[in-house]
């Protein structure tokens, strides 16, 4: 099955989650007017996508094909938005995460908080949300990867974090939450992956099921490789010889 969404107003590409009851959410980014972004957000469900819904606004955001926002579904169906906000100015790469809520499906939204406490203009990374035993969000610092890796992506109950290697394998690490800190088990290879990541582009292309064993992945079709395009320059001269 293929589904297509038009973004030809997009900036920056799609980012993809997946409620426990299979609803699939797209967020991505638009070019505000007379400057800015604005953050949107389109559910599929039975009758196909909805129309698109606005999580925020700001004309101070932080916005590459790097650093872009995410949407996650937490387990009581809440959904969590974060985006980039420049806090150095702007010939600077210091940017806050900002993270905001929603429990009517999107409609409004939660006055944004900080995630970090440190105060500091600097880059403050990616965020990526974890339910805790009690159902509450969870924050950690682990290194789950010697070797590297993008695109980190939680199983909806917390057991596993999947990551995509630098060779394209689909990664799995298995997470035990039952004490007082996440623990991680060495990552184990699933399946090869063929996401326009590895083509240089920095995406965030696809989400799993509940339960960890389906994925939903934007892969590339027919051969990247294609010698490029050859442009002749000033050909008109070379008419005349």
């Known amino acids: 099955m293929t589904s297509e969404i038009s973004r030809s107003e997009a900036f920056g590409p799609y980012d993809l989650a997946v409620a426990s009851d299979g609803r699939v959410f797209v967020s991505w980014l638009e070019p505000a007017t007379p400057k800015g972004h604005v953050l949107r957000f389109s559910m599929r469900g039975p009758q196909g996508w909805s129309a698109p819904k606005t999580i925020a606004r700001g004309t101070n955001w932080f916005a590459n094909p790097a650093d872009f926002p995410s949407m996650s579904v937490l387990a009581d169906g809440t959904l969590a938005a974060t985006w980039l906000v420049m806090s150095g100015g702007d010939d600077s790469e210091a940017y806050d995460i900002n993270l905001a809520f929603s429990k009517d499906g999107g409609t409004t939204w939660t006055k944004p908080v900080l995630p970090h406490l440190d105060r500091k203009k600097r880059e403050h990374g990616f ?3 974890a339910p805790s035993a009690d159902g509450k969000l969870a924050a950690d ?4 990867s010697t070797a590297g890796g993008t695109s980190p992506v939680w199983r909806r109950d917390g057991t596993e974090l999947f990551f995509i290697a630098a060779d394209g394998q689909m990664m ?3 997470v035990n939450t039952n004490g007082t800190a996440f623990e991680f088990a060495a990552p184990k290879p699933l ?3 063929r996401t326009m990541s590895l083509e240089g582009r920095i995406y965030h292309e696809y989400d799993v099921s509940p339960d960890g064993q389906r994925f939903l ?3 590339l079709i ?3 490789k294609a010698p490029p395009p050859t442009v002749i320059m000033n050909w008109t001269a070379l008419l005349k010889k």
């Open 141 to 144: 610092k682990q290194v789950i």
């Open 217 to 219: 992945i934007g892969t």
């Open 222 to 224: 027919g051969d990247s």
């Open 191 to 193: 399946f090869k992956s």
């Open 127 to 129: 965020l990526s949300l």
């Open 172 to 174: 799995a690490a298995s």
